[in-house]
């Protein structure tokens, strides 16, 4: 039996992989939940706290978004069969400009994660079928709203130094994402019209492909 380990995005909980069904007769799932750092947390800390969840050996590690950077540094302190990132970055080369930006001017420090944390307020004024639609999938897959997570989770995005990487990697990103733009990202395979959501919207892809993936 494979055992594969889920990391949400930012903000994100494990139900964004509520549409992902690999064989039960080869693997088994474990979806992870975002732990509230201490401030002062650095990823190596918080790296080995999330590895406490991880009970057996030579594990798959897939990580989303933010929730791929974490998996990566998850797989630098214990032997991983396979690390996978999807919609997320492989290096801080890969960040876009305005995050380039953002860390530069150090803007981070005054970002407003307010509005992450205020969507249950945005919803009670929310008009218009299609605004309250996006309204309940935020409410839905964006619950971590602690905001201590929130300002430590985006700093952390922001000013990650990696700029190596490990080669046996795999990157799969959208070709539409307009977080992690896909013209800023090198060496992965890309799915046509997947957005940064496309764990979700693209489910039937992984579902077909994460098998031989995972098995190459």
Same mark, same amino acid.
């Given at each position: ?28 799932? =474990?979806? #992870? ?12 800390? $918080? ?29 630098? /302190? ?24 953002? *860390? @530069? ?5 005054? @970002?407003?994660?307010?509005?992450? *944390?205020?969507?249950?307020?945005? @919803?009670?004024?929310? !008009? ?9 999938? /935020?409410?839905?897959? #964006? ?14 995005? #922001? ?5 190596? $990487?490990?080669?046996?990697?795999? =990157? ?18 890309? !799915? ?25």
């Amino acid at each position: 039996m494979i055992h594969v380990y889920l990391m949400p995005g930012m903000a994100a909980n494990p139900s964004i992989f509520e549409y992902l069904k690999l064989p039960d007769t080869q693997f088994t799932l =474990h979806p #992870l939940s975002w732990k509230i750092p201490e401030a002062n947390d650095t990823l190596e800390v $918080y790296a080995k706290k999330m590895l406490e969840e991880v009970k057996e050996d030579n594990p798959v590690l897939i990580g989303v978004s933010f929730g791929g950077v974490i998996v990566q540094e998850m797989a630098k /302190y214990i032997t991983a069969k396979k690390t996978i990132i999807i919609s997320s970055v492989k290096s801080k080369n890969e960040l876009p400009k305005r995050m380039r930006f953002s *860390r @530069a001017l150090g803007l981070y420090r005054i @970002a407003p994660v307010s509005l992450v *944390r205020n969507i249950d307020t945005l @919803a009670n004024y929310a !008009i218009g079928d299609r605004l309250k639609h996006k309204v309940a999938l /935020y409410q839905k897959y #964006l619950s971590i709203t602690n905001p201590v997570y929130l300002n430590w989770a985006l700093q952390q995005m #922001l000013c990650w130094e990696q700029t190596e $990487y490990n080669e046996d990697l795999v =990157h799969i990103h959208g070709t539409d994402d307009p977080v992690f733009p896909y013209k800023y990202i090198d060496k992965c395979i890309p !799915i046509k019209g997947g957005t940064h959501a496309m764990i979700i919207t693209k489910c039937k892809w992984f579902n077909n492909n994460l098998p031989k993936i995972i098995g190459n």
